[in-house]
T-cell receptor
């Protein structure tokens, strides 16, 4: 089975722009979660989608949003980019929405905001 | 509140040494799950192990072993006869009802194995 894929792998944007990141889960997985990784804050949970519905959200401003499509692929959008949004954004998928399931991660998208 | 503490920020060892990475967790839930992930320089988090709160049996997988002790709220990870390929950042993580379905990560331990 193919793993979790994320596109693009690298992205450079300037302050004030918006960006969309994409994640394709492992085939058959219905849950997709997004995490932000920075040197200062570590790995932080952004949100989770299951069956096209956001079911859990971390403590991030409304500039961070996401959605999930009927094929379970997910996109994450960040509007009005700030320098502090520079980070590695990781997507994870799991078979169901239960916390008992293991989350499998993609390679990440490294976003640099100038 | 849920919390995971990895007190060791960086560890350096020479090949073939054994090394233990510590993980201490906090949760009020009685049902929870603990994980270890490895993050090599490429950035992808690689799943290593999952353990639920009702299973305190230690686990061994090749050179890797895990020691789960509820009495001390610890879930430590030992690499026996370390190799250069083990160099990576290792994260301990927790999920429990209070966190919903999110993983709560520790800050990670950077392991450097030199030849």
């Amino acid at each position: 089975k193919a793993g979790v894929t994320q596109t693009p792998r690298y992205l450079i944007k300037t302050r004030g722009q918006q960006v969309t990141l994409s994640c394709s889960p492992i085939s058959g997985h219905r849950s997709v979660s997004w995490y932000q990784q920075t040197p200062g804050q570590g790995l932080q949970f952004l949100f989770e989608y299951f069956s096209e519905t956001q079911r859990n959200k971390g403590n991030f401003p409304g500039r961070f949003s996401g959605r999930q499509f009927s094929n379970s692929r997910s996109e994450m959008n960040v509007s009005t980019l700030e320098l502090g949004d520079s980070a590695l954004y990781l997507c994870a998928s799991r078979a169901s929405g239960w916390s008992t399931d293991t989350q499998y991660f993609g390679p990440g998208t490294r976003l640099t905001v100038l | 509140a849920q919390k995971v503490t990895q007190a060791q920020t960086e560890i350096s060892v020479v090949e073939k040494e054994d090394v233990t990475l510590d993980c201490v967790y906090e949760t009020r839930d009685t049902t929870y799950y603990l994980f270890w992930y490895k993050q090599p320089p490429s950035g992808e988090l690689v799943f290593l192990i999952r353990r639920n709160s009702f299973d305190e049996q230690n686990e061994i997988s090749g050179r890797y072993s895990w020691n789960f002790q509820k009495s001390t709220s610890s879930f430590n990870f030992t690499i026996t006869a370390s190799q250069v390929v083990d160099s990576a950042v290792y994260f301990c993580a927790l999920t429990a009802n209070q966190a919903g379905t999110a993983l709560i990560f520790g800050k990670g331990t950077t392991l450097s194995v030199s030849s």
